[in-house]
């Protein structure tokens, strides 16, 4: 069945209980939606302050010798993991955004793009540590939807 739902290009599929029923308006349980991510490797390029640790991740790639913004994710960590990453990432700070696509004039459809006013929350980092991450798929805008962070690449 996954192979299928890869093989056609589409998103997931949604699984149910053999028992359970359709509730109109009513979220059970029994139905669960399965996405298929896809998954690729992104620069670490700075954070959006949040608690003692920080809100997201900044993430970028190279892009014809150019280094571009592709998303901020909230998403993949535990406060402990959190904590991990601030004490990698604090050492890497830098007073300028290395980006060269930002300030991006509107923050896009789902909210993934970093215009002029976000940038004011984020602390850069020098670009060096890299992080698997999880995706649903690339926007026309060039960013990730549903970004996931799966872990720290060893560098």
């Known amino acids: 069945m996954i192979a ?3 093989a056609q290009g589409l998103e997931g599929l949604v699984a149910k209980r053999l028992d359970s029923v359709y509730e109109p308006g009513a979220r059970s349980g029994a139905w669960r ?3 298929l991510n896809r998954s690729e490797e992104f620069v670490i390029v700075g954070y959006t302050q949040g608690g003692r640790t920080f809100d997201a991740l900044v993430l970028g790639r190279n892009d014809r010798d ?4 592709v998303a901020r994710t909230r998403v ?3 406060p402990a ?5 601030m004490a990698k990432l604090r050492p890497f700070e830098i007073p ?3 980006f060269a696509n930002l300030p991006e004039a509107r923050p ?3 909210g993934e793009g970093l215009a002029a006013d976000k940038m004011k929350e984020c602390v850069w980092v020098r670009p060096e540590l890299v992080a698997e991450v999880e995706f649903v798929e690339w926007t026309p805008d060039n960013h990730l939807r549903h970004a996931r962070f799966v872990s720290l ?3």
């Open 76 to 78: 993949g960590f535990t």
């Open 66 to 69: 150019r280094l571009v913004y």
């Open 108 to 110: 896009g459809r789902w």
């Open 33 to 35: 939606k399965m996405r």
């Open 4 to 6: 299928a739902v890869r």
């Open 96 to 98: 300028e955004c290395p």
């Open 81 to 85: 993991s959190r904590e991990r990453l």
């Open 153 to 155: 690449k060893d560098s």
